[in-house]
T-cell receptor
Framework: QKEVEQDPGPLSVPEGAIVSLNCTYS??????FMWYRQYSRKGPELLMY????GNKEDGRFTAQVDKSSKYISLFIRDSQPSDSATYLC???????????????FGKGTKLSVIP | GAVVSQHPSWVICKSGTSVKIECRSL??????MFWYRQFPKQSLMLMAT?????????EQGVEKDKFLINHASLTLSTLTVTSAHPEDSSFYIC???????????FGAGTRLSVL
């Protein structure tokens, strides 16, 4: 079983739709959860950051973490063509030591928002 | 938000030459920086973890004599691809960890083409 599972898509939605992106994970030690957006031939851009369980909202984006289910989600409201990109979930543990701070990534979901 | 600057964004070189890529943390002091490699349509592959003032830790299968990493200050890490060959052509991305938040911020990436 991979540490982080993410449906690679592709996911195609009409402009204005609500998009739901998800990841599941197996390592209960993960404490920090992030969503990155990556446009083609660019580095990942941090969208959302959550520590432990709970919800976080920022504009059209909402991140949810359910540690009991080992499940994280990113919702995009009123999706725009400019949201078309690959979305990567990432997570890490909180301890320091060898191999610490490294991010474990999902494979990324490619999203296309059609005008 | 935090900014990580990576330079150059694109470099073309002849086989056998060396190429240096710079990664600068502009908004915070990064004790830990990371170097990734990304092949088309794939997720990021961690190459090495760079800690300021100490030797980098390389992932299994990454040749440390080929990919030289220097992290001489809290804001600068460099990756030198030595004696580059066409198979080294790829997209290289750095990231810097903000120690106050345990978040990694990524550079825009460097596209290396070895002729």
């Amino acid at each position: 079983q991979k540490e982080v599972e993410q449906d690679p898509g592709p996911l195609s939605v009409p402009e204005g739709a609500i998009v739901s992106l998800n990841c599941t994970y197996s390592n209960s030690a993960f404490q920090y959860f992030m969503w990155y957006r990556q446009y083609s031939r660019k580095g990942p851009e941090l969208l959302m950051y959550t520590y432990s369980s709970g919800n976080k909202e920022d504009g059209r984006f909402t991140a949810q973490v359910d540690k009991s289910s080992k499940y994280i989600s990113l919702f995009i409201r009123d999706s725009q063509p400019s949201d078309s990109a690959t979305y990567l979930c990432a997570m890490t543990v909180s301890y320091s030591g060898a191999g610490s701070y490294q991010l474990t990534f999902g494979k990324g979901t490619k999203l296309s928002v059609i005008p | 938000g935090a900014v990580v600057s990576q330079h150059p964004s694109w470099v073309i070189c002849k086989s056998g030459t060396s190429v240096k890529i710079e990664c600068r943390s502009l908004d915070f002091q990064a004790t830990t920086m990371f170097w990734y490699r990304q092949f088309p349509k794939q997720s990021l592959m961690l190459m090495a973890t760079s800690n300021e003032g100490s030797k980098a830790t390389y992932e299994q299968g990454v040749e440390k004599d080929k990919f030289l990493i220097n992290h001489a200050s809290l804001t600068l890490s460099t990756l030198t691809v030595t004696s580059a060959h066409p198979e080294d052509s790829s997209f290289y991305i750095c990231s810097a960890r903000d120690p106050t938040k345990n978040i990694q911020y990524f550079g825009a990436g460097t596209r290396l083409s070895v002729l």
